[in-house]
């Protein structure tokens, strides 16, 4: 496994995670929507490049809430979607959908086409057709009750007209329209107040306001789009038909959704809405195409944290030009060295960039990119994904070519770069004081630990002063009370907080604590499968020690865990058998407590078993077949193993079909399994 792309991947999602922290739960992004989607793009694109890595795909959406209103846990998750930058990704988009389907091209799949709202996603609760709670998308887990400030938004009925069900959750966009942004920002000046930097930020923060006084001076609309749970009572066989029933219930939907019946249809609509952009009372940051039908939509399922039946078409890009200032070298928890251009500030999409990434000293030497240069960035919708050249004409007289850092600008070490590897990094490793604060922020992050009060600023700080050195010294740091008290910024108040964070989480899930060692190719994903794998930590623990021989029964078990290769099973075993690393871990442990992760309660025959799939499937595609089976609680192994509990087998099976009859292992059909699904859906 290429240990470049894994450390690519990991940057990546750990900018992503900040980032998102920053936009949903602080409403202060640093950097503007653009940026961020191409943080995203970066990482999907080279998963899609790379197949081998798809057990690392975004799972989640959003970000953590914060602590001002009541929690409310989504009873159906609050998605996200997959984003598309060409007609090229939406005819891939639609092969996959036939082909996960296995529908011949000559059926007619009907496409709803909607301009994608940029504003705040909400869910609606009705209880016979009253207004029960409105409530934020949060993390698409956990969101935020925000009832009271949602009903002075005349847009949303707080009782449903003409024929309603029981239960109803209807889900929207809360948005302002521009005319409305204008005049608050020009009422914010005159009021010596914050600006906003756009109008999406601009409805986030009127919503999550406590004074309801404020939120009914901001004008705020709503537009409905989807559904979320509903009673029986509810039926509708389309997202059309699911349109018109919001429409006699009194709620309001876009005014240019239209119906595509193929390809060209999708295209029609994307001219029609690219000319009109301009002109609409409100921001849109793409186009959003769905599958129709209610049924194939239910059928395609949901990936881990988009729908398979729905897609976001991101706008063409638009370019502008500014000075790159300076050239900063970011060192990361894994030493790798990324080059940050600090830029002439320039507004783009109502956000004010400042610094972008330029990804790694060739893409730099390719560009010929110089401190003092005029650059163009390429700007698609809200994003600013990347530096596309230089203005030659406009470079400054004697500029200088750019200079590799040979030493780490954090410890002095020597850097190095392979032959053929993009990244160049630090190896110091926890002799670098840069990584090691990468390492202690990771540690203490949101899908970590998740200690409030604990930001970066301040691991910094605590760093630098020797109060914190390594993962066990942030749970004794209450000996060091005195001394944070006298900090500037901090104060006995603020210090007793965090202190009280720092011991309300001693307690952390097996998968939470796997993810916040930092084991190089170990993310949330990887980390839970362990966790339901070997259902406790002592367990895990122990088989790591014996997986240091490769021959060994706990290596072999190790690596047929789906999704987990050599490679990730070689930083598994090499960090559990590593002297400087235990002697870090086994501190922690005294301060700590690891729980089990809780799996869903699921009966069925494969319920816990490790099932590996082989052959052609003529029912369904490989990957509904492994979702269902995972629906059923079973584990997918990708290899036959003696731990293996059944082998399904298609047409044409290979060699996993004569490993598992050596084995004994049960064999069961394409025709068994759907027999046994239709039996748990009836």
């Known amino acids: ?97 036939y082909k996960f389907l296995s529908l011949k091209k000559e059926f007619l799949l009907e496409y709803t086409c909607e301009p994608k709202i940029d504003g705040l996603s909400i869910s609606l609760l009705y209880l016979n057709g009253d207004l029960l709670n409105a409530v934020t998308r949060g993390d698409g887990n956990v969101g935020e009750i925000v009832t009271e400030n949602v009903k002075t938004i005349s847009d949303i009925p707080l009782k449903l007209t003409g024929k309603y069900p029981k239960f109803i959750e209807i889900r929207g966009e809360i948005f302002m329209k521009k005319t409305h942004f204008e ?30 006084n404020i939120i009914k001076q901001r004008k705020l609309n709503f537009l409905a789009f989807t559904i979320g749970e509903y009673t029986e009572d509810f039926k509708f066989d389309t997202q059309i038909d699911l349109l018109r029933r919001f429409k006699e219930m009194g709620l309001i939907t876009n005014e240019e959704n239209y119906l595509a019946r193929d390809i060209n249809d999708i295209k029609e609509f994307y001219k029609k809405i690219l000319l009109k952009r301009n002109n609409l009372d409100y921001e849109i940051d793409g186009l959003v195409y769905k599958v129709n039908s209610k049924i194939l939509q239910e059928r395609l399922g949901n990936l881990a944290r988009a729908p398979r039946w729905a897609i976001a078409h991101k706008l063409p890009v638009e370019i502008v030009e ?65 530096v596309l050249g230089v203005v030659k004409e406009k470079r400054v ?27 160049r990094r630090c190896l110091a ?91 190089r190719q170990v993310g949330e994903t990887n980390s839970k499968l362990l966790a339901l794998h070997y259902d406790t930590f002592e367990n895990f623990r122990i088989e790591m020690v014996k997986a240091v021989d490769k021959t060994s029964n706990s290596f072999q078990e190790l690596v047929s865990i789906d999704q987990i290769g050599e490679s990730i099973a070689e930083d598994l075993v090499l960090y559990f058998n590593t002297n400087s690393n235990l002697i870090i871990f086994d501190k922690i442990l005294n301060y ?79 025709e068994e399994l759907v027999g046994i699904i239709q039996k748990f859906n009836d």
Do not use: W
């Open 183 to 212: 005049e608050l920002n020009k009422l914010q000046i005159e009021n010596n107040c914050k600006i906003f930097a756009n109008s999406r930020n601009a409805a986030a923060g009127s919503i999550r306001q406590k004074d309801v």
């Open 429 to 519: 490793g926890i002799n670098c004081p840069a990584q090691t604060v990468e390492k202690l922020k990771h540690f203490v992050s949101k899908n970590a630990f998740n200690i409030d009060g604990l930001g970066e600023k301040l691991i910094e700080m605590l760093f630098k002063e020797d109060i914190i050195k390594d993962f066990a010294d942030i749970f004794a740091i209450k000996k060091h009370k005195d001394k944070l008290e006298e900090k500037v910024g901090l104060g006995k108040l603020s210090v007793s907080n965090l202190l009280n964070s720092i011991e309300s989480k001693r307690k952390i899930t097996f998968d939470k604590l796997i993810y916040a060692l930092g084991i």
């Open 322 to 386: 500014t000075i790159l200032v300076s050239i900063e070298t970011q060192v990361g928890r894994t030493g790798a060295l990324t080059p940050v251009g600090r830029l002439e500030p320039i507004r783009v999409g109502g956000v004010l960039v400042s610094n972008v990434s330029l990804h790694n000293e060739d893409e730099i030497f390719r560009k010929d990119i110089r401190i003092g240069d005029t650059i163009k960035i390429q700007r698609a919708g809200d994003v600013i994904p990347q």
């Open 592 to 670: 700590i407590t690891i729980e089990n992760i809780k799996r869903k309660s699921v009966v069925s025959p494969y319920t816990d078993k490790v099932v590996v799939l082989t052959g052609a499937l003529n029912n369904m595609s490989r990957d509904e077949a492994k979702q269902t089976l995972q629906n059923l609680g079973a584990k997918v192994s990708s290899t036959v193993s003696k731990n293996t509990d059944f082998l399904i087998i298609g047409d044409q099976p290979g060699s996993k079909a004569k490993k598992a009859k050596e084995l004994n292992i049960p064999i069961v059909s394409e």
């Open 397 to 423: 007289k004697d500029s200088n070519i750019y200079s590799v850092p040979k030493h780490c600008p954090s410890c002095n070490s020597i850097t190095f770069k392979p032959e053929g590897e993009a990244i």
């Open 1 to 97: 496994m290429n240990i470049e792309i894994l450390n690519k991947l990991k940057l990546l999602k750990d900018k992503i995670n900040y980032h998102n922290f920053r936009y949903h739960t602080k409403d202060d992004p640093e950097i503007s929507d653009f940026q961020f989607d191409e943080l995203c793009k970066q990482y999907d694109d080279i998963i899609s490049s790379n197949p081998a890595f798809n057990f690392l795909e975004r799972k989640t959406v959003g970000d953590k809430i914060s602590n001002k209103f009541q929690k409310y846990h989504h009873q159906k998750p609050m998605g996200s979607l997959v984003n598309a930058f060409s007609f090229e990704d939406i005819n891939d988009f639609i092969e996959r959908t």
